[in-house]
């Protein structure tokens, strides 16, 4: 399987009366990249706060989003990957309906495969990074032994997870 690291929003194929295919619009398009552009994007647009208050920020929330397989997380992450390309003017529905056609011939484990690998390999490996060793802070720092438990549960499934998306 091919991790989906691009998308080609508006491209046009006809057949012309040789029975060739015909690109008639080239599209748009959108590198799936970490920047400082995606960050002010998902910052203004994604960022929330969990179940206890806590400040979320976009790209974490992007990020938690990709790891659970929240299809939604794939919309949010191509809206702000758009943001690398200013001179690319593309709508959310846009992005929506090129991630739905690809989900369609292909399934969405490429598309989560190419988004999760931007977090691992780009611009933001530093920041998964620190967010796991934070995690396994908090689990080593949990006196209560049902919260502990419950914490090393979560911290192992995310890691199977990212192990999992790694090897597509």
């Known amino acids: 399987m091919t991790k989906i690291t691009e998308l080609t929003i508006g491209k046009v194929v006809e057949m012309n009366e040789a029975g060739e295919k015909v690109v008639v619009n080239p599209g748009k398009v959108i590198k799936g990249k970490g920047s400082f552009f995606f960050t002010r994007k998902a910052d203004k647009k994604y960022a929330t706060t969990d179940k206890e208050g806590n400040e979320i920020d976009g790209v974490s929330a992007i990020f938690n989003d990709l790891t659970m397989y929240n299809d939604l997380g794939l919309i949010k992450f191509w809206d702000c990957a758009a943001a690398n390309h200013p001179s690319i003017d593309v709508s959310e529905d846009e992005i929506t309906a090129e991630i739905q056609r690809i989900a369609d011939e292909v399934g969405t484990a490429p598309l ?52 999992r998306v790694a090897s597509l």
């Open 112 to 163: 989560f495969a190419g988004a999760l690998e931007v977090f691992t390999q780009g611009f933001y490996k530093d920041k998964v990074e620190n967010q796991d060793y934070m995690m396994q802070l908090g689990v080593n720092k949990e006196k209560d032994p049902v919260k502990k438990e419950e914490l090393e549960g979560h911290l192992q499934m995310v890691k199977e997870l990212r192990n």
